[in-house]
């Protein structure tokens, strides 16, 4: 993400969402007064801010998953920023190259920016995403809005990353830029999309082994998933067998198969795509208080609490 802002982002003036955009927004009228960037400033105090607001309202749990990349990401954006990468890879000549006599960048060097430097954004996104982590910034307010309101995070999130682009056209008044912020975010999304909902989709894999207790022993000990067991016939055999069933992230697939296969080389092992798995370990159900107590009602179901007490 730092890399992508130092080179692309931040030198092009791409508003596309997120605090780097606000930093850019930010230093358009504070750097011709102070005569440097102080984008990188900004940036780093508004993480800060930020990471402070998630851990009074969101908890410590996710404001500590939250806390390296709130950090890293301002560290290694000024560190780049202030060394002058550009410089050092020679890239600062190629905007040189393609500046018009007005001083502007032309237009089609904005859009290889923008693709370039979103691209790069949601490649840094995701890769924090499958650390079960997050580069913090405004999906703190995302997150926010989701635990104390009805809506979702990805809806917030685009409302905040439009509500800046549109500031940013009023502030600079260049279509030009709005235009190629909106490509770099969609360009962004679609990274993050590629990288980290792939590589993070669900399987459910049903195993047959007469090493069957070891193999759960490993998922439940190794993998961190519960396991259900079923009673199987062998259709061909007529053996009776136990069948473990779990569901299992895509990512953990080949260290289970690795697993299985040196301990039982004959074992039996299917796997089935999910489209989604919500419940304990895995993704919460996405049910504000307000919806929950609409639906109780209206079916006459008195709230969980209410019912154990009552009992």
């Not at 930093?23 to 990188?40: A, Q, R, T």
């Not at 235009?179 to 909902?197: K, N, P, R």
Request: glycine residues 10%; neutral net charge.
């Amino acid at each position: 993400m730092a890399v992508a802002d130092v080179i692309f982002i931040i030198p092009s003036n791409i508003v596309n969402g997120g605090v780097d955009s606000l930093g850019i927004i930010i230093n358009y009228y504070l750097e011709p007064l102070w005569g440097f960037d102080v984008s990188d400033i900004f940036v780093a105090i508004t993480q800060i801010i930020l990471w402070l607001l998630g851990l009074f309202l969101l908890g410590k749990k996710f404001s500590f998953h939250t806390l390296l990349g709130s950090l890293a990401f301002p560290a290694f954006y000024s560190l780049l920023l202030r060394t002058n990468l550009i410089d050092v890879i020679g890239f600062s000549q190629v905007y040189v190259n393609n500046t018009d006599p007005d001083g502007t960048l032309n237009l089609a060097f904005l859009l290889i920016s923008a693709i370039f430097g979103g691209f790069l954004s949601g490649v840094g996104v995701a890769l924090a995403y499958l650390g079960d982590g997050s580069t913090g910034g405004f999906d703190v307010i995302s997150f926010i809005i989701a635990k104390y309101g009805t809506m979702k995070q990805d809806f917030s999130g685009l409302l905040m990353d439009t509500s800046l682009i549109l500031i940013g056209l009023f502030c600079m008044r260049q279509w030009e830029l709005a235009l190629v912020g909106i490509i770099s975010a969609v360009v962004c999304a679609f990274a993050i999309h590629a990288i980290y909902i792939k590589a993070n989709s669900y399987l459910i894999a049903d195993i047959i082994s007469d090493r069957s207790d070891i193999i759960q022993d490993f998922i439940q000990n190794q993998l961190g998933h519960a396991t259900t067991i079923m009673d199987t016939v062998g259709g061909f055999s007529g053996a009776n067998q136990k069948m473990i069933r779990v569901v299992i992230y895509k990512k953990q697939e080949t260290e289970l198969k690795n697993f299985i296969a040196s301990i039982d080389s004959d074992a039996f092992v299917s796997t089935t795509k999910a489209k989604a798995i919500n419940g304990d370990g895995f993704e919460p159900f996405e049910l504000s208080s307000t919806d929950k107590k609409r639906i109780l009602a209206r079916y006459g179901i008195p709230a969980k609490g209410k019912e154990q007490k009552k009992k």
